[in-house]
């Protein structure tokens, strides 16, 4: 007589083991060092972005973040007339403000959750990669939009350290 084992708890049994496991690094997994490997180590999804052609279309044919990415280049160009001979007044005008990083990041968590290219660049990249290990999340475009957050925020520190002459963004009181 053959033993019956049922096939339903054993796939629930699988499926629990594997839960933990989903979203971890892998140690096989190299980064894409794109034009810069310091700035593949500081800022992955904008490396991942500039590298891959598929996710870099669906992201600049977006009406929205195009949008978005001008009103910035005017703040900038703005500064260029505006602030005559004060350094200190340029490099105000380049971090991202709260607004533009949280308006990107729900833009992003939109495009995320219709684009497979997207949530591939999140299951192929970002999970393996292990940089944005902080917001593992089940929802993919939920993770990509906090990895666009720490960008945003690390680019903020780097315009503070290196522009404004801070010790770190914390100082400015902003992201």
Known sequence: MKRFIPVLPLLFLANWLTI??????????????????????????????????????????????????????????????????????????????????????????????????????VENHLMPSGAYQRYVNDDLAEWFAAAWRQDARTVNHIIAVYAQGKKSCLETGKN
């Not at 990083?101 to 684009?115: K, Q, T």
């Open 20 to 121: 933990g496991v989903q979203g971890q690094p892998r140690e096989d997994y190299r980064l894409i060092a794109g034009t810069s490997f310091t700035q593949a180590k500081n800022v992955y999804l904008l490396t991942l972005i500039e590298a891959d052609q598929l996710v870099r279309k669906v992201i600049e044919s977006d009406a929205v973040l195009a949008g978005l990415g001008q009103a910035k280049r005017q703040r900038l160009a703005e500064s260029l007339t505006a602030c005559g001979d004060s350094a200190a007044c340029y490099a105000a005008a380049m971090p991202f403000t709260s607004a533009e990083i949280d308006s990107v990041a729900m833009r992003l968590a939109e495009l995320a959750r219709r684009e497979a290219v997207l949530q591939q660049l």
